[in-house]
């Protein structure tokens, strides 16, 4: 079955520390995939998301990530950390002509001031 | 710019009851995903359809069902509620004939089972 690893769980940053978040998967063929971010008390949002094209994603607030098919990899990276930043990421993946959005079990991350 | 309507955002009910919670996805977006997410959890696929048909079940139980009507609006429908049905749901909505159409998430309705 399908699957999606964050192994990192929690992460506590400084401001201004540089991020990167791990997010492996477990499927061999053609996936779409994304980094959601959930605010405290609010509801996932979109960060970015990789179909096609340009390994390397942009997406809001400065976040990137880069596809690396090889290692079934999209980690999730910013230069800087902002206190602001302090949420839980999702990696999720959608296998190619399927319904089902696997999400990964969450980083959650703290930035303080 | 219209977004994913969920209806309540807050429902409180005694175990045993049945809930019914509502998604109104995007104009055009023809498919619908359900997820539950219990506290502290990450969020688990319950599932979804597409043009009114089912098209993947994830791990909804069986006192759970749901629906996608005409106006592509869906329902679950939840009975003999238990304390562990306190979580957060949510749908997502996206357009499937769509590639690189996202999802898009509503708010969620938070259900409290006391």
């Known amino acids: 079955a399908q699957s999606v690893s964050q192994h990192n769980h929690h992460v506590i940053l400084s401001e201004a520390a540089s991020l990167e978040l791990g997010c492996n998967y477990s499927?061999?063929?053609?996936?779409?995939l994304f980094w959601y971010v959930q605010y405290p008390g609010q509801h996932l949002q979109l960060l970015l998301k990789?179909?096609?094209?340009?390994?390397l994603v942009k997406g809001i607030k400065g976040f990137e990530a880069e596809f690396i098919k090889s290692k079934f990899s999209f980690n999730l990276r910013k230069p800087s950390v902002q206190w602001s930043d302090t949420a839980e990421y999702f990696c999720?993946?959608?296998?190619?002509?399927?319904?089902?959005?696997?999400f990964g079990t969450g980083t959650r991350l703290q930035v303080f001031p | 710019a219209a977004g994913v309507i969920q209806s309540p955002r807050h429902l409180i009910k005694e175990k045993r009851e049945t809930a019914t919670l509502k998604c109104y996805p995007i104009?055009?977006?023809?498919?619908v995903y359900w997820y539950q997410q219990g506290p502290g959890q990450d969020p688990q696929f319950l599932i979804s359809?597409?043009?009114?048909?089912?098209?993947d079940k994830g791990s909804i139980p069986d006192r759970f069902s749901a629906q996608q009507f005409s106006d592509y609006h869906s329902e679950l429908n939840m009975s003999s509620l238990e304390l562990g049905d306190s979580a957060l749901y949510f749908c997502?909505?996206?357009?499937?004939?769509?590639?690189?159409?996202?999802?898009?998430f509503g708010n969620g309705t938070r259900l409290t089972v006391t």
């Open positions: 359809f597409y043009e009114k048909m089912q098209s």
């Open positions: 999720a993946v959608i296998v190619y002509n399927t319904d089902k959005l696997i």
């Open positions: 990789y179909f096609s094209g340009d390994p």
């Open positions: 997502a909505s996206s357009q499937r004939q769509t590639r690189n159409s996202p999802l898009h």
């Open positions: 499927y061999g063929g053609t996936v779409n």
């Open positions: 104009p055009r977006h023809d498919t």
